[in-house]
């Protein structure tokens, strides 16, 4: 395994070790509702859904099909936020 | 008690206000035009939330309309003590409520195959097994142990391989919220709803303040199904039971209740003689939890100032009040200019939720030119049968002088016969001709009103009081309204299509855009001269109440249904 990605694996264990990564994704969730981001999303996906038809749709597809756009939707502020949540978080908890 | 004055022309009844869909989560800027989707809620998450959102995985439910019948492959799996085992693979893996199945997740939850942890982890439902499900580790391990079940570690959601898809079992959904929600109980040390701890969490991270605020103010309230926050009387103050019952129904207006609670009004008048600084005040008055009725001699004050028709002792009519109340409140909402600058497109509150726009066709005809307008509308007033303006029948251009209500046997008129008929084409006649934009003449025409727009929430308002040359009277034609109504066949666009000919009856089950529910409605009971005011409003999702002043009572939906409305 390279450094970055043990890196990555000890700072996802510390975070579901303290409980953060719930309250992370609490946050995340809260402020894509609040930035209308879900509300977009939703849309977006009824069009999937309209266009391949109810009946041979699977949630695989879903996914496959608004994966790329709900990525690109995400406000920068959100992600940052976000990102500096988890400095602080790592700073407070490093030794 | 008291009956509307009576003005020239305007009669006015009971509105009704219906609400459109859930909740919008975000009413800022992209408000207009989004339509918001199904009855499901969204809220901002900053609110405290009556109607706590039971399964946030909104996207997955998309799959249980696919299978109807449900995913046969569950029962394999629901044997022993299948409900025992399935709640501990919730505790310890997916929300890990303590600190030890934290960290035992931690640890535990990589992928077998390959060691990774992100690459949606989901555990088998059969046996010890984590796999990367976008890696098909997963699937590789369901295809040579033919074990088809397994569990999203992230989210919850049970996976079939036999299905390929999320699947949607009840006993299973049931598990998996208890089970959360233990988790988050233990988390917050609290005995708050998932959806209040997340705000707290949220608030804290985003504002000290609000963290300071909640700390001098530990009392926190629970929201549960039966309680009953966000319901109380309001004290008569001398007929103003025409005032009491438009409150109660806006106050129960899902969006105006987000928007206030969560101080969103920020007042720009010099006075202090803002409505909608006293509607933030009312809000907080109603969620406060007091149980007493509430005394709107303030609110009473004010309507008096800014509506000065509305003013005295008399009775008066509630749909004129519910006007004038929307009106002085989009005024008071931004009083800087900025509706100067635009006031066609006003992005106040009370403009985001109540405006829709109405299509007026005047088509000639000679030669069939159509000249159209669009105005905004706040409500849409309905004629009833048994009024003397003619009420049927529905076809086009028919002579008038048919006789009135007798052409619909079918029993009892419905909300929608009213609005065919307001949406019906009218002869204009000979007396009543207007110029035409095409031929440059007088000429006949006729007139048809369909809905460019729709509101958020649309109020209808059936008008049981007639004033006419020759009568006053109150009309009392019972009317029947649904608990859903879907507006389609009354819009601009499906007119429209019906006239290129491709109108299709097809039952979309995913366009909810036209669909409103009820929330409120508000009956007249009594004479034109004499006449008292209640209102039913919906609490949480499907709880009604009847709100006579000062005294609040459960309701049944059939009690509201057979209201005259």
């Known amino acids: ?95 | 008690r008291e009956a509307p004055t009576a003005r020239s022309g305007s009669a006015g009844a009971p509105a009704e206000g219906i609400r459109a869909k859930g909740p919008r989560s975000s009413l800022r800027e992209q408000m207009p035009g989004l339509r918001p989707g199904p009855p499901s809620r969204t809220h901002s998450g900053r609110l405290p939330d009556p109607f706590p959102h039971p399964n946030p995985r909104n996207a997955l439910h998309v799959g249980s309309v696919m299978c109807p019948a449900g995913c046969s492959h569950v029962n394999g799996f629901k044997v022993d003590n299948w409900k025992q085992n399935l709640r501990v693979i919730y505790q310890c893996f997916v929300w890990s409520g303590t600190a030890e199945t934290r960290r035992r997740k931690a640890k535990s939850c990589i992928c077998h195959m390959c060691g990774a942890h992100l690459n949606r982890l989901h555990s088998c439902l059969y046996c010890v097994f984590f796999g990367c499900f976008s890696k098909k580790h997963i699937h590789e391990h369901a295809k040579n142990k033919r074990h088809n079940l397994a569990i999203d570690l992230l989210y919850g959601g049970i996976y079939c391989f036999a299905c390929q898809d999320y699947i949607y079992d009840k006993d299973m959904e049931q598990i998996a919220k208890e089970e959360q929600r233990k988790a988050w109980k233990l988390q917050g040390g609290c005995s708050v709803l998932a959806s209040l701890a997340v705000i707290l969490k949220c608030l804290s991270f985003c504002c000290p303040d609000c963290l300071e605020l909640l700390r001098h103010n530990p009392k926190r309230r629970k929201i549960t199904t039966n309680c009953t926050i966000g319901l109380r009387g309001l004290i008569n103050l001398g007929n103003t039971c025409f005032m009491n019952c438009i409150v109660q129904a806006l106050t129960h207006t899902p969006l105006l209740r987000d928007f206030f609670l969560s101080d969103r009004h920020k007042c720009e008048m010099q006075s202090n003689s803002c409505l909608v600084c006293e509607m933030s005040q009312l809000f907080q008055e109603f969620y406060s939890g007091h149980r007493s009725p509430h005394i709107p001699f303030r609110l009473l004050h004010l309507v008096w100032t800014h509506a000065r028709h509305l003013a005295g002792y008399e009775q008066q009519d509630a749909h004129e009040f519910l006007i004038a109340a929307l009106d002085v409140l989009h005024r008071h909402c931004d009083d800087n200019g900025k509706k100067a600058n635009n006031p066609n497109h006003c992005n106040c509150i009370i403009d985001q939720i109540f405006t829709g726009g109405l299509q007026s066709d005047v088509t000639c005809q000679v030669c069939h030119g159509v000249s159209t307008t669009i105005d905004p509308f706040w409500d849409i007033s309905l004629d009833l049968p048994g009024s003397s303006t003619p009420f049927w029948p529905l076809s086009p251009g028919g002579d008038s002088g048919v006789v009135n209500g007798e052409g619909h046997l079918t029993g009892s008129t419905t909300l929608t016969d009213c609005l065919r008929r307001f949406t019906r084409p009218e002869h204009l006649g000979s007396s009543a001709k207007i110029k035409c934009g095409g031929c440059h003449s007088y000429q006949e025409s006729t007139k048809q009103l369909t809905m460019k727009k729709l509101p958020i929430v649309a109020c209808f308002h059936l008008k049981r009081f007639e004033h006419s040359a020759k009568l006053r009277r109150k009309i009392t034609t019972y009317v029947s309204f649904p608990l859903e109504l879907d507006m389609t066949p009354f819009m601009a666009s499906s007119k429209e299509s019906r006239v290129n000919g491709q109108y299709q009856q097809s039952v979309d089950v995913l366009n909810n855009d036209n669909k409103y529910s009820l929330f409120a409605v508000v009956n007249h009971q009594g004479t034109l001269e004499s006449g008292h005011y209640t209102s039913f409003i919906r609490q949480h999702k499907d709880q009604w109440f009847k709100c006579d002043d000062a005294i609040i009572t459960k309701a049944s939906i059939k009690d509201v249904l057979d209201s005259e409305g």
Not at chain 1, 7 to 19: D, S, T, V, W
Not at chain 1, 31 to 37: N, V
Not at chain 1, 46 to 52: A, C, N, P, S
């Open chain 1, 1 to 95: 395994m390279s450094k970055e990605l043990q890196m990555r694996a000890a700072i996802n264990q510390k975070l579901i070790e303290m409980g953060e990564r719930e309250r992370l994704k609490e946050l995340l969730r809260a402020k894509l509702i609040e930035c209308g981001w879900r509300d977009q999303l939703k849309a977006h996906c009824k069009e999937v859904i309209k266009e391949k038809g109810i009946e041979n749709v699977t949630v695989e597809d879903l996914v496959a099909g608004v994966t790329p756009k709900g990525r690109a939707l995400v406000p920068d502020s959100v992600k940052k936020e976000l990102l500096q949540r988890i400095r602080a978080f790592l700073a407070q908890h490093s030794t």
